[in-house]
């Protein structure tokens, strides 16, 4: 290469690192602008953390849980589920929703369809009321909850023991009305 080929190069070499040098300098943020990005983000972090549950893990907010696959739990496992499902109908569901609640069949833990439904009513139940605060959206969802799907879920449980082989058995164990068992 020629002492004038090499200057050339050189030439344009410096052409495109100074429309590189002005390609950056455009995208410069100022400071000032940086500094409100951040307050932004800080007010965005702190209103998403007022509504997340805290790290507690013994804390009362509802936390996402793995569908119970009924047809596939056996042994402890199943046992497991139940025994929580039972906690919940004993200390919520029976005390709180009143002729609702009465509706469930003592055999309730015998029915993959009836386990189902109270794991559902279970998990809406703990959406909606294990918050940190209610809007008003929250509010119309809870009362969504009571008249649309409640009373269907808990009568689709009662349907679905209404003449199991618990019940036929239950029924041939009474004499005159008096369970004899």
Not at 30 to 36: A, F
Not at 152 to 159: D, V
Not at 161 to 179: D, F, P, Q, W
């Amino acid at each position: 290469m020629t002492p004038e080929e090499l200057e050339a190069e050189l030439a344009e070499v410096k052409a495109h690192l100074a429309n590189l040098q002005a390609i950056v300098d455009g995208q410069a943020v100022p400071v000032g602008r940086i500094t409100s990005i951040q307050e932004s983000l800080d007010e965005l972090t702190n209103r998403i953390n007022a509504v997340l549950p805290p790290d507690d893990p013994d804390a009362e907010f509802y936390a996402v849980q793995p569908n119970a696959l009924f047809w596939r739990l056996r042994g402890e496992e199943r046992a497991e589920v139940i025994a929580d499902l039972r906690e919940w109908v004993g200390e919520v569901y029976r005390e709180n929703f009143g002729y609702v609640s009465a509706r469930l069949p003592d055999c309730w833990t015998e029915h993959n369809l009836i386990l189902t439904v109270v794991d559902i009513l279970k998990e809406l139940h703990s959406v909606l009321y294990l918050r940190p605060r209610t809007t008003a959206r929250q509010l119309m969802t809870q009362a969504d909850f009571f008249t649309r799907y409640l009373v269907p879920l808990a009568e689709m449980g009662a349907a679905e023991a209404k003449n199991c082989e618990h019940s036929r058995a239950k029924l041939t164990r009474s004499i005159g009305g008096v369970n004899v068992a």
